[in-house]
């Protein structure tokens, strides 16, 4: 059972002040909207609903519960190496490299855990691990942060309502917790993804003429 020092040790690993640039990544959704395939809250809910259904949201809590249960170094470095084979994209590869280092630079400093070199999912099943945190709570806080961010960067350009945003933060944050729950009894043979749209909204942005957010 999470206790309250593990529940407010993945609140600032999860929280926006935390360090590692989430706020700079829209994960293709900034292509999306300008494309116009999101223009409102319901489009909005229903992008957010396939990636973390079956995209790249599903995929990052298996990778997770993978590197939190990696026996040895070496099947760590297959976690790793699989989750940078997945990436559909260069700026989707970028974008869970460099949110991993400045996680693992972060929390090696932080909790002398010695974390380098790995993908963001990857470095923070790692680090949960190591700091004895519960795989299931980390799984759900992970998705929980991922798809706010990606609430985030629809208000900002949709644009949404605040009120909007929170209302689908709120009713998307069970799909979190269900999608982390079955994906911690999952293993890389079940990694793979049907959120085409996604993929190509990312290599879409790599060229987008003008944009405001990194991936």
């Known amino acids: 059972m999470a206790t309250h020092t593990d529940i407010l040790t993945l609140t600032q690993w999860f929280s926006p002040a935390f360090p590692v640039g989430a706020f700079a990544y829209s994960h293709g959704l900034e292509w999306a909207i300008d494309a116009g395939d999101v223009v409102d809250a319901q489009t909005t809910r229903a992008w957010v609903q396939s990636v973390l259904n079956s995209g790249a949201g599903r995929n990052d809590a298996i990778l997770l519960a993978q590197a939190y249960l990696a026996n040895s170094d070496e099947d760590l470095q297959e976690v790793e190496a699989t989750c940078r084979a997945l990436a559909s994209s260069k700026e989707r590869l970028m974008e869970s490299r460099l949110q991993g280092d400045a996680f693992c630079a972060t929390t090696s400093a932080i909790w002398a855990n010695a974390l380098t070199g790995l993908s963001y999912p990857v470095a923070v099943g790692r680090a949960a691990h190591l700091e004895g945190l519960p795989l299931d709570l980390t799984a759900q806080m992970y998705l929980q942060s991922f798809m706010s961010n990606l609430i985030s960067a629809a208000m900002r350009l949709v644009p949404l309502g605040q009120v909007e945003g929170q209302t689908l933060i709120r009713e998307l944050t069970p799909l979190c ?36 957010f990194r991936t």
Do not use: C, N, P
């Open 177 to 212: 917790a269900s999608v982390a729950a079955k994906a911690t009894t999952e293993s890389l043979e079940d990694l793979g993804s049907s959120a085409f749209m996604s993929d190509i909204a990312a290599m879409k942005h790599e060229t987008q003429y003008s944009r405001i």
